[in-house]
């Protein structure tokens, strides 16, 4: 169960740097409204330019907790939990901005798997 759990981790944490950090500014079918950028999908959910920086930093990190949460188990309940809550939010923007469900997989996918982690973390 550990090699499951360590995958997953690993996986969510990998997604974020990806989403994050390598692809932020590319637009892609899951952009939130018309949005290209992570940044101008913020925008589109009537963000503040700030919660981009926020939200961005909080998932950053999370997705290091959860790559050093491999040598200390402690801090992935508490990464998987935030990612959680933001993962909510994320799916909420999307129904904020009425956008179809096939924008909102991403998130959902992500929202699922930190809850994996989440359930295997705490067994």
């Keep these: 169960m550990n090699f499951i759990l360590i995958s997953i981790q690993v996986v969510v944490a990998l997604g974020l740097v ?6 932020n500014k590319q637009a ?12 101008e999908e913020f925008l ?3 963000l503040p330019e700030w919660f981009y920086f926020l939200i961005g930093g909080l998932k950053i990190l999370a997705a290091l907790a959860l790559l050093a949460g491999i040598m200390e188990p402690a801090l992935v ?3 998987a939990a935030l990612l959680t809550l933001l993962m909510l939010g994320a799916l909420s ?7 179809p469900f096939t924008k909102s997989v991403p998130a959902l996918c992500m929202l ?10 705490l067994s």
């Design 18 to 23: 990806n989403v994050w950090l390598l692809r």
């Design 28 to 39: 892609t079918a899951y952009r939130g409204g018309r949005a290209k950028t992570l940044k």
């Design 44 to 46: 589109a959910y009537g």
């Design 77 to 79: 309940p508490p990464a």
């Design 93 to 99: 923007m999307h129904i904020k901005v009425k956008d």
């Design 112 to 121: 699922i798997l930190n809850l994996g982690i989440l359930a295997l973390a």
